[in-house]
Nanobody, 116 residues
Framework: QVQLVESGGGLVQAGGSLRLACAAS????????MSWYRQAPGKERELVAV????????NYADSVKGRFTISRDNAKNTVYLQMHNLKPEDTAVYYC?????????WGQGTQVTVSS
């Protein structure tokens, strides 16, 4: 049974930091590209960051470059999103996604709220 379980969300003041984690099970984690998406109220879900399965290459949305860092620990089947200098516009539900050529899996999301 495939599971992606996000954690680490919460309420933080502008300028603060949070680290999200997504624990995966039920599939071969190391073979999947992992990414973080977010969805704010009334807006479409958007890609925040992605890390490849091989080599660990990363890419970020322009809005988070220099503030967010995605990383993965294949031994722990976990992907992380370190977020610094958070802004009110970062407020959203954050989802992790696992992707291969054949499959896409989503977590249930974790709420991040940044107060001004």
């Amino acid at each position: 049974q495939v599971q992606l379980v996000e954690s680490g969300g919460g309420l933080v003041q502008a300028g603060g930091s949070l680290r999200l984690a997504c624990a995966a099970s039920g599939f071969t984690f190391s073979r999947y590209a992992m990414s973080w998406y977010r969805q704010a109220p009334g807006k479409e879900r958007e890609l925040v960051a992605v890390i490849t399965s091989i080599g660990g290459g990363t890419n970020y949305a322009d809005s988070v470059k220099g503030r967010f860092t995605i990383s993965r620990d294949n031994a722990k089947n976990t992907v992380y999103l370190q977020m610094h200098n958070l802004k009110p516009e970062d407020t959203a539900v954050y989802y992790c996604k696992a992707a291969s050529l054949r499959n896409n899996y989503w977590g249930q999301g974790t709420q991040v709220t940044v107060s001004s």
